[in-house]
Each structure stands twice: as structure tokens, then as C-alpha cells.
């Protein structure tokens, strides 16, 4: 689109990114659970190397490659050859 001055391209803007105000909702009367200890370590914690495998072998190989072009039978492939010992 051509603007005729820099006034109209102003307006156009103004009128595009425009944001209405709204009263967003508050959480001031609002408990949530707390995790506790135990909950929160297992989120922290690291995979072990069963967790791992099981997570990968559990999908098919064969399905579309993802954004990085691979898809699991490469990944699985490159695992049973990686230091982690996955067979």
C-alpha cells in the first residue's frame, strides 16, 4: 500500500497495532497448590539413561523427519551407536 503523507501511514498504524484496554482478570483471590519437596526434585531431576531409550524406541522411526530434517530411525540409529550403549 502506498500512503499519500506520513499522516495516513501514522493513522494506519495507530489503527492496526491498536490495542483496546480490557480488565484482565486478577489472581489475587486465587490458592494454587504448591509442589512439594518430593514433586519438585522429580521435575529437577535429570533422565536416566532407561528413561531415555524407552521414551525414543516408544516412537515410529518412520514418521516425518521434524524441523531439523531427522526423524526417530536416524535418531534411534545414531543412539545404538553412542556412547550411552542403547541396543
Request: glycine share 4%; with cysteine.
Given at each position: 500500500m502506498i500512503y499519500k503523507n506520513e499522516k495516513q501511514m501514522k493513522k494506519f498504524f495507530q489503527q492496526t497495532f491498536l490495542e483496546e484496554e480490557w480488565r484482565r482478570p486478577k489472581f489475587d483471590?486465587?490458592?494454587f497448590k504448591l509442589l512439594g519437596e518430593?514433586?519438585?526434585t522429580l521435575l529437577i531431576a535429570l533422565f536416566d539413561d532407561e528413561e531415555i531409550k524407552q521414551a525414543v524406541w516408544d516412537?515410529?522411526?518412520d514418521k516425518s523427519p521434524g524441523r531439523d530434517k531427522?526423524?526417530?530411525s536416524f535418531i534411534k540409529?545414531?543412539?545404538a551407536y553412542s556412547k550411552?550403549?542403547?541396543h
Amino acid at each position: 500500500m502506498i500512503y499519500k503523507n506520513e499522516k495516513q501511514m501514522k493513522k494506519f498504524f495507530q489503527q492496526t497495532f491498536l490495542e483496546e484496554e480490557w480488565r484482565r482478570p486478577k489472581f489475587d483471590e486465587v490458592h494454587f497448590k504448591l509442589l512439594g519437596e518430593k514433586d519438585n526434585t522429580l521435575l529437577i531431576a535429570l533422565f536416566d539413561d532407561e528413561e531415555i531409550k524407552q521414551a525414543v524406541w516408544d516412537c515410529d522411526g518412520d514418521k516425518s523427519p521434524g524441523r531439523d530434517k531427522y526423524n526417530f530411525s536416524f535418531i534411534k540409529k545414531v543412539l545404538a551407536y553412542s556412547k550411552c550403549g542403547f541396543h
